[in-house]
């Protein structure tokens, strides 16, 4: 649910993320140490391999997409969970879904590579996807069928513990499975193109469109045709038909095994951002040189062959430049650095460019707790609005999200093809805005999108209240809120994106895009805090909680006032961060020239 937009030029932002948010592929001709490719594989796979890499991954989405979207509504009608606990489940196994690319990416890089990464996770997705599948189809494996009367006043029996247990495993893994697949399907599919060629270069950009495409595709087919399968027609069906088509993704992945380039792993940069730590901790007690006295003092070596620009030196977490100061025995007698004592001004000024991120990334989290309501309470909203399209067509609560991604689709390619050239001759900057600019007007979006929430919200349960019995408001008074929503991730998931593998070095840019799970991960259990809260503590003395069963007697509008007031503080608290974000420096190295020193001005 991160990008949505239409041709080429109009998805430009999402191309650059997946083009620069991963390493580029030595040439299987040139083999350069470290990127070696099987001595098999003499050719790239090419569009051959294609069909297989992208069969996976978009099946793999259509499966946890498709779940995703609708889950709540079968946790409430299916298990008998109130509102709250069913948005906690939802939200802890969302958080451990964003988290888990995080860790996939780790293994694949300093293990077992990427095709046998994809492998595993494609068939713990299928066994996921089963088990949830046969939480529908078997009785036992679900608490009794609860009239909507009684479950509106929670008298309903709750799943057992053994029927919980086995929801929860197929939960975990479908988690492992987004963990292997999402961080390693886009560099699989790039590693099967040559990029010094021109023709494996337009392989790669067209890659990145069919990915797009395929991945635009899923969500569409998702939120309506799998939702309104399984919210009219039947539950076993409407899971079992993307459990079928991931048994099928793997077939299809493991046919082309002799068609692959198989990249080796190439090790964690995670290993090498410790030993900055270690060794400045180790050096705590070394003087640092005065400025201009520096020459000789650190470690500086020729860049490594996948480093593609040098940082300079500079004086922000001075502490950390201990890394790199040369002491007695800090070399071995080959001339390399010994482990965890000794590092590069390199390796120093790239860690430095994380935590100079860090507190940007942290805003995030609340902002994008806004958004984190379309799968939880918008479907409460929605299951009790009208939701007719006709006297016989409903329209199911899981689709209401179509109108964010409907938005993001229509406003991107205004924003690219107008606003930004609009905005390039008023600022004269390239982006028309600054990233961190269009990163604020989405956090101050999603406090617009919660004080909407909170209006219809109050609108909508003053119609039910005044007029019992009588034709609820239409679904359709959502649209704001949904609207914002998209607006919201729009200018602020994109923006991010971008921000990330600007500012990151570039082959440590597979952090920078797993920093976006890892803030929606956080959105996560943030909001599953604050329900939480909120539901422990509001209500008593005869009057139900904020976020009772009964919305029409609960106050969800109180609820999303809440949110709104904590992303109003989480805009103070960007505005403030992002005054004093200090932009990373880069020296171009230019063939017969003398190296300058340029500040980025993203």
């Known amino acids: 649910m991160v990008v949505k937009s239409i041709k080429e030029k109009s998805s430009s932002f999402f191309l650059y993320f997946c083009s620069k948010g991963f390493k580029k592929p030595a040439s299987p001709q040139q083999g350069t140490k470290g990127n070696a490719v099987s001595s098999e594989q003499k050719q790239p796979g090419g569009w051959k391999a ?44 969302s958080g451990v879904s964003n988290f888990a690319p995080l860790i996939g990416a780790f293994i694949s890089d300093a293990y077992v590579g990427r ?46 513990k053994a029927q919980l247990g086995v929801l929860l495993t197929g939960l975990g893994l479908l988690s492992i499975g987004t963990g292997g697949i999402r961080p390693c399907s886009i560099p699989f599919g790039i590693d099967q193109f040559d990029p010094t060629t021109e023709e494996g270069a337009k392989g790669i950009n067209s890659f990145f469109n069919w990915y797009y495409t395929t991945f635009t595709l ?19 069906l409407g899971l079992g038909i993307p459990t079928l088509l991931m048994a099928a993704s793997i077939v299809l992945f493991l046919i082309g095994t002799r068609i692959y380039v198989h990249v080796k792993p190439q090790g964690s ?56 100061i040369t002491t007695k025995n800090d070399l071995e007698d080959d001339g390399s650095p010994k482990k965890w004592w000794l590092c590069s001004i390199q390796d120093v000024e790239e860690v430095k460019c994380l935590i100079r991120i860090i507190p940007i990334w942290a805003s995030g989290i609340i902002s994008f707790t806004a958004m984190a309501q379309q799968g939880t309470f918008t479907l409460s909203q929605a299951l009790k609005m009208n939701r007719h399209l006709g006297p016989k067509f409903q329209i199911p609560a899981g689709s209401m999200g179509v109108i964010s991604m409907l938005t993001i689709g229509i406003f991107l390619p205004v924003y690219d093809r107008i606003m930004v050239p609009s905005l390039r001759k008023i600022t004269k900057h390239e982006g028309g805005i600054t990233l961190l600019q269009r990163i604020g007007i989405g956090n101050f979006f999603s406090i617009l999108a919660m004080v909407a ?43 991010q994106i971008e921000f990330f ?77 992002a005054h004093r974000y200090r932009y990373k420096g880069q020296v171009r190295i230019e063939p017969k020239s003398e190296p300058d020193v340029e500040l980025s001005s993203m």
């Open 50 to 93: 294609m069909p297989f890499i992208l069969g996976n991954e978009t099946f793999e989405r259509f499966a946890t997409i498709g779940l995703l979207s609708n889950f709540m509504v079968y946790l409430m009608k299916k298990f008998n969970m109130d509102q709250v606990s069913a948005s906690n489940v939802l939200n802890i196994w």
């Open 115 to 160: 095709f046998a990464t994809i492998a595993v996770a494609s068939v713990a997705s299928f066994l996921g996807m089963l088990t949830i599948t046969l939480t529908a189809w078997i009785p036992q494996l679900q608490p009794p069928q609860c009239p909507a009367e009684q479950q509106l006043h929670g008298h309903c029996i709750s799943p057992s």
């Open 218 to 236: 899923v969500i569409l087919l998702t939120l309506t045709l799998v939702v309104y399968i399984q919210d009219s027609v039947s539950w076993v």
């Open 269 to 324: 940069i995670f290993s090498s951002i410790a030993q900055v730590f270690v060794a400045a901790y180790n050096k705590r007690h070394v003087r640092l040189p005065a400025e201009g006295q520096e020459f000789g003092v650190f470690y500086d070596p020729p860049l490594k062959e996948y480093v593609l620009s040098k940082l300079p030196l500079t004086y922000q977490f001075r502490f950390l430049n201990k890394a790199a």
């Open 453 to 495: 929430a909170g209006v219809f919200e109050q609108k909508r349960r003053n119609s039910a209240t005044l007029h019992p019995g009588a034709a609820p408001i239409s679904v359709f008074w959502l649209s704001p809120q949904l609207i914002l929503m998209g607006f919201c991730e729009a200018f602020n998931i994109l923006g």
């Open 501 to 577: 593998n600007k500012q990151f070095p570039e082959h440590m840019r597979s952090i920078a895009n797993s920093l976006i799970f890892c803030s929606l991960a956080g959105s996560s259990y943030l909001s599953s805090i604050v329900v939480n809260v909120v539901h422990h503590v509001t209500g008593g003395h005869g009057h139900p909680d904020w976020l009772t069963n009964d919305i029409n007697a609960g106050r969800l509008d109180y609820f999303y006032y809440i949110l709104a007031v904590m992303s109003a503080f989480n805009f103070l608290y960007f505005l403030y961060v």
